[in-house]
């Protein structure tokens, strides 16, 4: 899981802007993927991305948008259409197919001021 | 959707004892079942996973259980120790999404 990086570590987001998490792996994985996780609560799935140019809305995809346009990069763009986006965020990924390990990357505590 | 569900929410246990938390899913369909161990403030960590064609795998003090026929599987831990305190999540992949359960404080105590 070393080979996934997320950045910032922290974010500050004032109302009404958008802010864009970064994602990247160098473990030549096909599928990429973006968690949600609240305190005492588990992970849920936003968006991902089984290949390049194509993802797929997961869960809780309201105000979110993501783009795939280079297989080691999935950013997400926290919208001011999501409501509540103070959270803690996950990006994972998974070699091509089903029943594959997925590996997180280090999370992005984002913080609606 | 796959829908998963783990019990307890948290868990307590003297050093040394077992710990054993349990998770149901909905869908028959679902054929992999990782679970991930969370330390505060830090990434979820793959800690064993089962797949549906097999019924029991252990990796020294870990191990998990699958029962397919009622839909559940579990985590034991044997001879907790010290650093096993930390958030314990079960899930379940279907259709090559992860659904996972809300997760187990587990607390070992010296």
């Known amino acids: 899981d070393g080979g996934i990086t997320q950045s910032p570590k922290y974010l500050f987001r004032k109302e009404g802007q958008n802010v864009t998490l970064s994602c990247e792996q160098n473990l030549n994985h096909d599928a990429m993927y973006w968690y949600r996780q609240d305190p005492g609560q588990g992970l849920r799935l936003i968006y991902y991305s089984q290949i390049v140019n194509d993802f797929q809305k997961g869960d809780i995809a309201e105000g979110y948008s993501v783009s795939r346009e280079k297989k080691e990069s999935f950013p997400l763009t926290v919208t001011s259409a999501q409501k509540n986006p103070t959270a803690f965020y996950l990006c994972?990924?998974?070699?091509?197919?089903?029943?594959?390990?997925?590996?997180f990357g280090p999370g992005t505590r984002l913080t609606v001021l | 959707g796959e829908n998963v569900e783990q019990h307890p929410s948290t868990l307590s246990v003297q050093e040394g004892d077992s710990a054993v938390i349990k998770c149901t899913y909905s869908d028959s369909a679902s054929n992999y079942f990782p679970w991930y161990k969370q330390e505060l403030g830090k990434r979820p960590q793959l800690i064993i996973d089962?797949?549906?064609?097999?019924g029991e795998k252990k990796d020294q003090r870990i191990a998990v259980t699958l029962n397919k026929t009622a839909k559940h599987f579990s985590l034991h831990i044997t001879e907790t120790q010290p650093e096993d305190s930390a958030v314990y999540f079960c899930?379940?992949?279907?259709?090559?999404?992860?659904?996972f359960g809300a997760g187990t404080t587990v607390t070992v105590r010296a």
């Open positions: 899930a379940g992949l279907n259709d090559y999404k992860l659904s």
């Open positions: 089962i797949r549906s064609n097999v």
């Open positions: 994972a990924s998974t070699r091509g197919g089903s029943a594959n390990t997925q590996y």
